[in-house]
């Protein structure tokens, strides 16, 4: 069972903007570990999308943005667009368990 | 070109064992993780363990110690998951990636081996 809760869904039209929530707990995003995000394509492996909360790889448009406060963290995507309809998770370190930990994923659909 | 490439989809009986593995290239394979990942089918991504090949510390989830084993040869850049007896509900689709240190990013991805346990 994941320990970083997503919404199992998320809709817009394209154009508009989104936000994917992130919530965890005092012994990994409220520890100050960082949260990672990426994305997975139908039928692809994940690809990182967002680290370090923040911080985009070279490549990834600036239409995704990370933040993180207390012990939670959000992905935004402004100007969605038909290429964004995918699955989306979040990571983060987890002390108590000693591993690295996966949200519980977000379908983001593109009406 | 950085990246890791994996072995090839995999059809098995409950009972039998399997080795899969996952190639890295590109970079000095020894001073990064290499994470296991599972993705069963319709399913979330869910963190194995991991491996530092430059001296083989091994970490595992509570969920999969004792299920798997996860081992590395660094003389050729390989990355080893393996299970000693598989059951149906090991069916999934398994990645690997890589991790410069425990808290950072899985920045690179292997394609992914699809394992199909059924009788």
């Known amino acids: 069972q994941s320990v970083l809760t997503q919404p199992p869904s998320v809709s817009g039209a394209p154009g508009q903007r989104v936000t994917i929530s992130c919530t965890g707990s005092s012994s990994n995003i409220g520890a100050d570990y960082d949260v990672h995000w990426y994305q997975q394509l139908p039928g692809t492996a994940p690809k990182l999308l967002i680290y370090?909360?923040?911080n985009r790889p070279s490549g990834v448009p600036d239409r995704f943005s990370g933040s993180k406060s207390g012990t939670s963290a959000s992905l935004a995507i402004t100007g969605l667009q038909a290429e964004d309809e995918a699955d989306y998770y979040c990571q983060s370190y987890d002390s108590s368990l000693r591993s690295s930990v996966f949200g519980t994923g977000t379908k983001v659909t593109v009406l | 070109e950085v990246q890791l490439v994996q072995s090839g989809a995999e059809v098995k009986k409950p009972g039998e064992s399997l080795k899969i593995s996952c190639k890295g290239s590109g970079y000095s394979f020894s001073s990064y993780w290499i994470g296991w990942v599972r993705q069963m089918p319709g399913k979330g991504l869910e963190w194995m363990g991991i491996?530092?090949?430059?001296?083989?510390?091994?970490r595992y989830s509570p969920s999969f110690q004792g299920q798997v084993t996860i081992s590395a040869d660094k003389s050729i850049s390989t990355a080893y998951l393996q299970w000693s007896s598989l059951k149906a509900s090991d069916t999934a689709m398994y990645y690997c990636a890589r991790q410069s240190t425990t808290t950072r990013p899985f920045d690179i991805w292997g394609q992914g081996t699809m394992v199909t346990v059924s009788s």
């Open positions: 491996i530092y090949p430059g001296d083989s510390d091994t």
């Open positions: 370090g909360n923040g």
